[in-house]
């Protein structure tokens, strides 16, 4: 039978010689041609995986704003070791209490604390980013599945997110009575081309659904 995912189907083939007849000087190179094949897309995603994580992490740092680093500042220990000369329990910290000590700190205090907020930060949202795929592949196996899964993203970065983020500067555009063009401006920037472009990327999506649905009770009916 013919398997869902391409590079399986390279498992201990032979190329159609007869393995009996064939000498090993032939055979071995072949075989380690069809384990390159059949090992590629892990090596593959494992060499990318990290590098996704990384940026994905990133991302999620410069978009939680500089109130979650505020709010990690409070709490990681160089900001407890530079209180403890000071009798300030924690309820008057959160209640503005760290407003006023982070006046008396100096320049290079407050750099120091950023960065340090700013790591922990980091390593955070970087294995908020890493451990649901991990999760996930353990009722989710199957590569085809997760492809699809990520098909799913792929439609919202492509279609869904430019055409949302067009008709929000479109709609700020008109509510500060502003008419700017520049070297972008175009017949595309029309507002209407995103109305079609998200009927286009909700009916990928319902295709892209179906086949996950179809996909996950393949993965779990019984083999016969």
């Known amino acids: 039978d013919t398997k869902s995912s391409v590079n399986l189907n390279f498992a201990n083939f032979s190329f159609g010689l007869d393995e009996s007849t064939t000498p090993r000087t032939i055979l071995l190179p072949l075989k380690f041609a069809s384990s390159v094949v059949v090992m590629f897309p892990a090596l593959d995603t494992l060499s990318v995986f990290p590098l996704i994580a990384n940026t994905l992490g990133s991302n999620l740092v410069a978009t939680s704003g500089k109130g979650f680093l505020r709010w990690i500042a409070r709490h990681i220990p160089a900001y407890r070791r530079l209180l403890k000369n000071h009798k300030n329990n924690s309820s008057s910290l959160v209640n503005g209490g760290w407003k006023q000590q982070e006046q008396q700190l100096s320049l290079e205090e407050r750099k120091e604390l950023t960065q340090d907020a700013t790591k922990i930060a980091t390593i955070f949202w970087r294995l908020v980013a890493a451990f649901p795929p991990l999760i996930g592949s353990v009722w989710a196996p199957d590569l085809s599945f997760s492809l699809l899964l990520a098909g799913v ?72």
């Open 153 to 224: 993203a792929g439609l919202y970065v492509a279609f869904f997110a430019p055409s949302f983020l067009q008709l929000a500067s479109c709609r700020m555009e008109n509510l500060n009575q502003m008419q700017t063009t520049n070297i972008f401006t175009g017949w595309y920037s029309w507002t209407g081309w995103t109305y079609p472009t998200v009927a286009f990327a909700t009916f990928s999506l319902g295709v892209v659904l179906l086949q996950i649905r179809d996909a996950w009770n393949a993965m779990h009916s019984p083999t016969l």
